[in-house]
């Protein structure tokens, strides 16, 4: 079983000469030698505390005792360590305890929690999207009773979304809450796939639940966000009474077993006590904040379960001893990374966690930026949540599939631990949105509804960079791909603004899937110019090549069927089949 060692010098490098770390206000303290010493600490935890953890807790998973959730041996001393030590904190508000440091920092920190042990950062990637709903839509009085306990992890926040009979469909939500004298809420009802909706790692979960008013209209537009914590606080803060709610299952699934996935029932004794977070029927736009900022967490989970896979796979193939070179007839028995094969499927498993990551960096950068009111910002990281979330993680189902692949049938064995990483790496596609949800998204609210301004203004500025680059073999390919791509986002616009969005629909998965390859391409681009002034330009040159000769040319066969291959969805009805 191999260990996990955070690729720290790629990090840096990305952070600095890649994305711009210190172009942010946010980051105007943060000099190399501080970046340099927080993730080297931060791998240290990931490395020596988490990793060990990831075999076993896949093996023994999470259980339900008496109506308790127990995680398994040692999440709770890691836990504890990982609290005590500060780094749950990184990316939240100061006023509250936070160390306030802008999230294009905070992702490679974020990255290794969940490549080290997956099921372990589930929970504090969970708790942020809880941090960032109630930091911006809360009263003063729940950040004052909240934020501190879930920005130190003392508390940890869930997100309560799905029903048994709403999944994507939020407007056939039925859980109810029905106002009191005080101005809190009942609730009832029952909430179903909730990472981390119940365990013993903290002294208090606090849930955000989705749930109607008994007045509320129709539809998504009745919708409304509540905090229901497991325990009420008392007059000081601290967990009181115990709530009308209780965990009544946990799900048996494919992979990610050591996160508990919960059942939960609210209300079977009179009523969960609740408070509104927003305004009533705003609950749609504050899910989104808890929705999109999870999004991106899950892009960013899907590069990192796709690195510690390859991780496994290098160690692997320098281990396994098998044939000779291909060139040497009669030659010694050589280790299988001596195979061309073998190096190629290697190179595509870096070449694209490469990709993913600096652009998921990069969708955080432009995060940051929104925050300090840059114009256009927000705009930029809203067309790119759906490219990251979906492009990564179906990235990251390929690469992981590929590390089975280099294990040959070792890779089929569970002792071995590459199958782990490929069923946990097949949530990322689905939680959070589906894929085909983030296609939708992209398409129709991103390009269509803004009238493509942001999805040119990308095009328009990628394009200005990638001019500017010195090799034609990587320059000429990129050129023709945006200018590919520019042809796309102009038929789904043209077809949208015709009434055509069935047609749209039909093919906004492989314009996603384009999108994704061309702004990993153009991230690669990018590196590769800085890289070119390192201490190793042979390395960078030849990954850089491998992605555009290997991976970039799939986008044209997805800009053809976006361009031709609507009808024969459209036309292909639901009776014909059978």
């Known amino acids: 079983m191999s260990s996990y060692k955070a690729p720290i010098t790629d990090m840096q490098f990305i952070l600095k000469h890649v994305v711009g770390l210190h172009q942010l206000e946010a980051a105007r303290d943060l000099d190399d030698q501080m970046v340099a010493t927080i993730l080297a600490e931060a791998g240290k935890l990931a490395g020596d505390i988490l990793a060990p953890l990831n075999h076993s807790a896949d093996r023994a998973g999470s259980r339900l005792e008496g109506g308790k959730v127990v995680t398994p041996a040692g999440f709770k001393e890691a836990y504890r360590q990982y609290r005590e030590s500060g780094w749950n904190g990184v990316p939240f508000n100061p006023d509250y305890g936070g160390q306030g440091l802008p999230l294009t920092m905070a992702f490679p ?30 009263t003063q009085e729940q950040k004052n009773t909240y934020l ?16 048994p009979q709403a999944g994507t469909d939020l407007s056939a939500l039925q859980t109810k809450a029905i106002r009191q004298d005080d101005g809190s809420y009942k609730l009832s009802g029952q909430k179903i796939f909730i990472t981390y909706g119940d365990h013993d790692l903290a002294e208090n979960i606090i849930h955000m639940v989705l749930a109607r008013t008994p007045d509320a209209p129709a539809g998504v ?14 007059a000081q803060g601290n967990p009181g009474v115990a709530n009308d709610l209780i965990c009544t299952g946990l799900e048996h699934k494919m992979g990610i077993h050591g996160s508990p996935t919960c059942t939960m029932q609210y209300g079977d004794h009179g009523g969960a006590v609740a408070w509104l977070i927003g305004q009533e029927y705003d609950g749609l736009k504050c899910m989104f904040t808890m929705m999109n900022n999870a999004r991106l967490a899950v892009g960013l989970q899907g590069v990192a379960v796709a690195d510690r896979a390859y991780q496994h796979a290098l ?25 061309p094969d073998v190096r190629r499927m290697l190179l595509s498993m870096k070449a694209q966690v490469m990709a993913g990551r600096m652009l998921c960096y990069e969708a955080a950068f432009a995060f940051d930026r929104a925050h300090e009111g840059v114009a256009g910002a927000q705009d930029r990281v809203d067309l790119l949540t759906p490219v990251v979330k979906a492009w990564c993680t179906d990235m990251a189902i390929d690469v992981t599939s ?10 089929f064995i569970e002792e071995t631990g590459a199958a782990q990483f490929y069923r946990d790496a097949r949530i990322t596609a689905i939680y959070e949105g589906t894929n085909g949800i983030q296609a939708l998204d992209l398409s129709m609210r991103k390009v269509i509804a803004n009238k493509g301004l942001a999805a040119l203004a990308w095009l328009a500025e990628v394009r200005a960079g990638v001019q500017a680059l010195n090799d034609q073999s990587v320059r000429n390919p990129l050129e023709a791909a945006l200018r590919a791509l520019d042809e796309a986002t102009h038929w789904v616009l043209t077809q949208g603004q015709a009434g055509g969005v069935e047609a749209v629909a039909a093919v906004n998965v492989p314009y996603l899937r384009a999108f994704g390859l061309i702004a990993g391409g153009v991230m690669m681009g990018r590196w590769y110019a800085a890289a070119a002034q390192s201490t190793q330009p042979e390395e960078a040159r030849l990954l850089a ?13 997805c800009i053809d069927t976006v361009l031709t291959g609507s009808s024969s969805v459209c036309q292909y009805q639901s009776a014909m089949f059978g």
Not at 545 to 557: D, F, N, R, V
Request: hydrophobic share 40%; with cysteine.
């Open 109 to 138: 920190v974020q990255e290794m929690w969940q490549a080290s042990n997956m099921s372990f950062g589930l929970c504090p990637m969970l708790n942020q999207a809880a941090v960032e709903a109630i930091d911006i839509h809360g």
């Open 148 to 163: 501190a306990k879930l920005i130190s992890g003392e508390w940890t926040g869930t997100m309560n979304l799905t029903e």
């Open 221 to 234: 537009k009745g919708i409304s966000l509540f905090l229901v914590p497991k325990f009420i606080p008392d």
């Open 315 to 339: 160690h692997y193939a320098r281990e396994r001893v098998q044939g000779t070179r291909i060139s040497e007839k009669n030659g010694a028995r050589v280790a299988i990374i001596e195979h």
């Open 402 to 411: 590929t590390g089975v692949q280099i294990h040959g049938g070792m890779g």
């Open 545 to 557: 090549h491998y992605y555009i000769q290997h991976i970039l040319p799939q986008y044209k066969g």
